[in-house]
């Protein structure tokens, strides 16, 4: 089983940058569908960016230019680089996993449902 454990929230004034990380253990191999989440107080988690297995990555439009998808060479632990960050951005954000077998055009839905696997989450709140 995979285990995600999410980590670089913090405060930041509007326009600063944070790096969130997204540890993953356990069997990894062959996970083909990764995603970061957010969601805010009285509102649905939304998808913010998935990659695929086969490099490619997506990204809701509200954070397309600003936010970028990467993963370190081991290939163990995601990131997600976030610049120019905004008010808006202010959520708790969580990574997650989609199961084999799921395929990239639905990675990049990032319907809730298809994920199934998550992280705890880390917080994230731009002021100003």
């Known amino acids: 089983q995979v285990q995600l454990v999410e980590s670089g929230g913090g405060s930041v004034q509007a326009g600063g940058s944070l790096r969130l990380s997204c540890a993953a253990s356990g069997y990894t191999y062959g996970t083909g569908c990764m995603g970061w989440f957010r969601q805010v107080p009285g509102k649905e988690r939304e998808g913010v960016a998935s990659i695929f297995s086969d490099g490619s990555t997506s990204y809701t439009e509200s954070v397309k230019g600003r936010f970028t998808l990467s993963k370190d060479n081991a290939k163990n632990t995601l990131f997600l680089q976030m610049n120019s960050l905004k008010p808006e951005d202010t959520a708790m954000y969580y990574c997650?996993?989609?199961?084999?077998?799921?395929?990239?055009?639905?990675?990049?839905?990032?319907?809730?449902?298809?994920?199934?696997?998550w992280g705890q989450g880390t917080q994230v709140t731009v002021s100003s």
């Open positions: 997650a996993t989609a199961p084999l077998g799921l395929l990239g055009v639905y990675c990049h839905r990032r319907r809730l449902p298809d994920f199934t696997r």
